[in-house]
């Protein structure tokens, strides 16, 4: 791809002066819009990388930019010592849109330390200590939240992680009764995985976890980090099985673009920290605040998980024509705009390709490319995906 020298020079001065762990596309996105962005060319691609998924409320939503403006102009920061209002507002709004029986929250910053803070809850509430996670799951990476994280090459540089985490089958409820013992603290799962490929539950599989987990008095936690705010067609996915968790992390789009994890859990759990045993000086920042207050209005008025079944199935199908005409395609999975598209080769020319041709494409893997493009993404925006990407794939 062409680029200029303004380009090439902002691109020289990540590759000089950022750490190197990225792998990156040869492009510098510069402005954006719903679901769509432009690069220093002023080349427009239809953006289903949305900041890693973040973008559930698309680029620079007006509802959220003007939360945003009028935030900045009134106060910025503000520590969790002190009371503040559309804090407040927000940990009430939270409370209104999770699964029943999650009432109290914790603001953070990003996914992983959404799932830290789950992980010391369930130590402190619990007093036992091992945690059993599951095969192919991502839960971030510190040191916690990697210790759940299953992918060995993501690991092993950094042994010894924390002891007392257990993988097992993903899918298989059977394997988490087994692997309980007296010491276990909690099960965590992601109701779709979605670093590892886009893999559903199966149906049934998450109703069992919360019976065994009853059963045997030991916790469940949902990494709604990826799935949570619409992303899989409903507000949060754990909602497809009716399935409650005891604690759920959320993060990417729960602000409309601005850093924020959150850690939800019943009372009596979230009871269990005291004073000063968990903390974080930008968690429940008013300007993330506001923007995520802004974010989940638009999510609630706009109907965006509703939007995202109706797309989400719209694409999908549109994909499984795809797959009927392609040697190269295997298999599309996913629920709602949460979409995995099994390749039989590595997905890396694919997803040049398709930037080539004015589409953003994530991958999950060696071999899955990834869509999880804004909720606000147009029909017509949907079809020209689809239109690209048969251009890429259908050989
Ligand atoms: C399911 C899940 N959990 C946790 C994380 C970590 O989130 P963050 O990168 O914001 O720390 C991710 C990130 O992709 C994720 O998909």
Known sequence: MSQSNNAKRYMLLEDTYEAQTYAKRPVVIVRGKGALVWDT??????????????????????????????QAEKLITCSGILYNDVRAELVEKITKIVPKGLTRTFLSNSGAEAVECALKLARKYTGKKE???????????????????????????????????THVKFGDAGEVREAINE???????????????????????LEEL???????????????????????????ACMHWKVTPDIMAVAKGIAGGVPMGATIAREEIMGSLKESEHASTFGGNPLACAAANAAIDVII?????????????????????????????????????????????????YVLKSLEKGLLVLTSGL??????????IEKEQIDKTADILAEVLET
């Open 367 to 376: 071999s899955t490319l990834r869509l999880l493009p804004p909720l606000v």
């Open 41 to 70: 060319e002023g080349r427009e691609y239809i953006d289903c990388v949305a900041g890693h998924g973040v973008g559930i409320t698309g680029h620079c939503h007006p509802k959220v930019v003007e939360a945003i403006k009028n």
């Open 183 to 205: 010491k276990t603290a909690a099960v965590l799962v992601e109701p779709v995985q979605g670093e590892a490929g886009v893999n559903p539950a199966p149906n049934g599989y």
């Open 301 to 349: 008025e706009e109907k965006l998980p509703q939007r995202s079944r109706e797309l989400g199935l719209r694409l999908k199908n549109k994909l499984e024509t795809i797959r009927e005409n392609s040697k190269i395609v295997k298999e599309v999975r996913g629920l709602g705009l949460m979409i995995g598209i099994d390749l039989r080769f590595r997905v890396k020319d």
């Open 210 to 236: 919360r019976d065994i987990c009853d059963e045997k008095n030991v916790l469940l936690i949902f990494d709604e980090v990826q799935t949570g705010f619409g992303r899989t067609g409903e507000m949060f």
């Open 131 to 165: 945690i059993i996670a599951m095969t192919k799951g991502f839960h971030g990476r510190t040191l916690g939240a990697l210790s759940a994280t299953w992918e060995k090459k993501y690991r092993e540089p950094f042994e010894p992680l924390i002891p007392g985490f």
